[in-house]
């Protein structure tokens, strides 16, 4: 069983920065690529970036590429997503998880989710 635990979401200005961090349990984490999703209310969930195992390959959803960063430190069992530049748009829960399936912009390809953390930009 993994256990994924999100934290460092909380409210910032337009324009402000929040780095949000997410802690794997088990022995497996630097053996799948981990990706940040986010909903906000009467929205589906969306993807927003993705890392790979390694981390040498990163991917970003058009809307948060340039002023998002996604990276892992497998020593630690941690990823992170470095978000700056924010945007009341970017209002959400963000969620991390594990990918397993092919997709890596599906949802459905990611097997363990964390609980959540909510970010808030204020305009």
């Known amino acids: 069983q993994v256990q994924l635990v999100e934290s460092g979401g909380g409210l910032v200005q337009a324009g402000g920065s929040l780095r949000l961090s997410c802690a794997a349990s088990g022995r497996t984490f630097s053996s799948y690529a981990m990706g940040w999703f986010r909903q906000a209310p009467g929205k589906e969930r969306e993807f927003v970036a993705v890392?790979?195992?390694?981390?040498?390959?990163?991917y970003y959803a058009d809307s948060v590429k340039g002023r998002f960063t996604i990276s892992r430190d497998n020593a630690k069992n941690t990823m992170y997503l470095q978000m700056n530049s924010l945007k009341p748009e970017d209002t959400a829960v963000y969620y991390c998880?594990?990918?397993?399936?092919?997709?890596?912009?599906?949802?459905?390809?990611?097997?363990?989710w964390g609980q959540g953390t909510q970010v808030t930009v204020s305009s």
């Open positions: 890392i790979s195992s390694g981390g040498g390959r990163t």
């Open positions: 998880a594990r990918q397993y399936g092919s997709d890596r912009w599906d949802a459905r390809s990611y097997d363990f």
